[in-house]
């Protein structure tokens, strides 16, 4: 069971997309030359999930065998995980509530400003520490109910997608998806394989 | 650089530079990087696309022209032209049996090295590693040379590298069907106590508990206890000392993980397997309402073995396996309803006391044991708290003596 990535993004309402604020990674466990093409898919991802997620919501979204927990808090702070589906639903969103508070103490004033570059060393040790939820889950279990807030499960990305929304267009208008992702992505829903990437 | 060029870098390369990994690059995406005109850093080889459907197409044009050589009556020249050519062939499209069956042919003849092969069909799997004709040809070899002269090498350590190899695989495309096939096989030519040790407890116990739902890893380990129970000198101790382990391992994730079916699955086959190598010993008037204990014992299992000081024999009580599955399976359904995060797998915990209760009935049948309206109140007492699972119940149906 293993979190490929987690995101920060900022999103206040009177913005029309989520902004990138800080993102980590770990894609060990794929192929070298994959690499790249999974980060990209991961952001891409994530940012679409978070764009579909209302305020002081939660949201659980499945894609083939990786789930993006994301949640969108009422100051337009959000955080997006991108586990497998193996990785507790509980931790996950633990592992998203830690990093966003503490990014939000660390950068408090900073953070709904325009564009900076932010320091993700904090980010990716909590990354690595999560990687085990046994070891941080006697943490987390004192956190054992997150807040009233129900959480959302869609089993497709297109069930969270809002009518009308196709995921092919949406695909083809990314800017954060490289030429070669869009490409392998027509190509393997043309023969009907699920994407080796996803 | 002509093709002719390339073609032979990529051979010289493959033969001079460590690599540990290959892959296809497209070059847009990679603006940045050196090509040379192949990528190679960190001991990894990139590829690129147009370079590599010319180098095969070459390739393939030039093989159509040895159709008529004997790799026994060539001169070396020849057959060194047949390696290059075969070895581009063999990397891009494996497919072609062709090309696999001239480089069986070389290496029978002592052409081209066995160790370099090997590490260049390791190169090869590790972009496909579903290809199941780089695993055959890979088992081809090892059958044919190392099992064959085991004095060379250290067969132990040797298959030990390739256990390492099939649990890569297994980590980058999940389920692969192909590589737990050929860790299979290859560590069933591990000696039984390095068997036990290190795939049992050392390779495969991280891996369990790290894919919780991947039941291929749990097959494997079925598929190993089954294969050291059949030898000869295993004792009935070792045999249940090896389950009575598993069964605790597959206690400790189930309370952590109830929500997995792989689990629930796997602790069927345990149970079955507990039940068949010893003799069982019911107790009627042992069953009494046990309340749910939150703390598990790992010494609560040791218990239900007793020695019969007279026949020297090993039997289980049946009556506390089956109160120890209760007070599981309660605890982990309440889990399972507690959570936030409910979905279609929640009756499994009561799914499988059905099936142990199903299967416990008829055995004690079989055996003549009589008890069977204990262990139905017992378990009816705790089905009432579970509403939806009256379905199975209905299904449930057996003869009251």
Redesign the interface.
């Known amino acids: 069971m293993k979190i490929i990535s987690a995101i920060l993004f900022r999103w206040p309402s009177d913005e029309k997309t989520p902004k990138v604020l800080a993102k980590v990674f770990d894609v060990s466990s794929f192929g070298f030359f994959q690499r790249s093409t999974v980060k990209q898919w991961a952001v891409f991802f994530s940012s679409t999930i978070i764009e579909r997620t209302k305020t002081s919501q939660r949201q659980s979204v499945a894609e083939n065998d990786y789930i993006c927990h994301a949640f969108v808090r009422y100051d337009g702070l959000s955080g997006a995980a991108i586990c497998d589906k193996e990785y507790p639903s509980r931790v996950a969103f633990s592992f998203v509530n830690k990093i966003m508070d503490d990014f939000a103490s660390k950068y408090s004033k900073v953070w709904d400003k325009e564009n900076q570059k932010f320091d993700t060393t904090d980010l990716e040790s909590d990354l690595e520490k999560f990687q085990d939820p046994k070891s941080v889950d006697k943490l987390t279990k004192i956190q054992k109910e997150l807040d009233e807030t129900k959480i959302i499960i869609r089993d497709t990305i297109e069930s969270a997608l809002e009518r009308g929304e196709k995921l092919d267009t949406l695909i083809d208008r990314s800017e954060i998806l490289s030429n070669s992702s869009k490409q392998f992505y027509r190509t393997a829903k043309k023969q009907n394989q699920c994407c080796i990437i996803l | 650089m002509n093709i002719k060029q390339v073609f032979l870098k990529f051979y010289q390369i493959l033969h001079q530079e460590k690599i540990n990994?290959?892959?296809?690059?497209?070059k847009?995406?990679f603006p940045n990087l050196n090509f040379d005109p192949f990528y190679l850093e960190t001991k990894?080889l990139?590829i690129p696309l147009e370079i590599m459907t010319s180098i095969h197409l070459y390739a393939t044009k030039k093989l159509i022209k040895f159709k008529t050589i004997n790799e026994k009556s060539s001169n070396d020249k020849k057959l060194q032209k047949i390696d290059q050519i075969t070895l581009a062939i063999m990397f891009f499209n494996p497919l072609n049996y062709t090309a696999f069956n001239w480089r069986r042919k070389l290496l029978l003849a002592r052409k081209i090295n066995l160790k370099k092969e090997l590490k260049i069909n390791k190169i090869c799997l590790?972009?496909d590693p579903k290809r199941s004709e780089l695993w055959i040809f890979r088992k081809w070899m090892i059958l044919n040379f190392i099992l064959n002269n085991p004095n060379d090498l250290d067969l132990q350590q040797f298959i030990l590298k390739e256990l390492n190899l099939s649990g890569y695989c297994s980590?980058?495309y999940?389920r692969n069907y192909h590589s737990w096939t050929y860790r299979n096989w290859i560590s069933k030519h591990l000696s039984i106590p390095n068997l036990i040790h290190q795939e049992l407890n050392q390779n495969m116990k991280n891996w369990i508990?790290?894919?919780?739902?991947?039941y291929s890893g749990m097959n494997h380990r079925q598929s190993i206890i089954n294969w050291v129970f059949l030898q000869e000198n295993s004792s009935l101790e070792t045999k249940n000392a090896i389950l009575i382990d598993e069964i605790n391992l597959n206690h400790n994730l189930l309370i952590?993980?109830p929500e997995?079916e792989s689990l629930w699955h796997h602790r069927k086959f345990l149970f079955l397997k507990f039940l068949n190598i010893n003799q069982i010993q019911f107790n009627q008037f042992l069953i009494e309402n046990q309340s749910v204990s939150k703390n598990f014992d790992k010494d609560t299992i040791a218990i239900y073995i007793e020695k019969d000081i007279f026949n020297q024999k090993e039997f289980i009580h049946l009556d506390k396996v089956i109160q120890n599955e209760i007070v599981l399976v309660d605890y982990c359904q309440n889990l399972i309803n507690n959570?936030?995060?409910q979905?279609s797998k929640a009756d499994l915990p009561i799914s499988y006391l059905i099936w142990v209760s199903q299967f416990v009935v008829l055995k004690m049948k079989d055996l003549n044991l009589i008890g069977f309206d204990e262990i139905l109140k017992l378990i009816n007492k705790k089905m009432e708290k579970f509403p939806n699972p009256k379905i199975y119940w209905n299904s449930f149906t057996f003869e009251k003596k």
């Open positions: 990994e290959w892959g296809i690059i497209d847009q995406d990894k990139g590790t972009k980590e980058i999940p508990q790290s894919h919780v739902s991947d952590q993980f997995h959570s936030q995060f979905n």
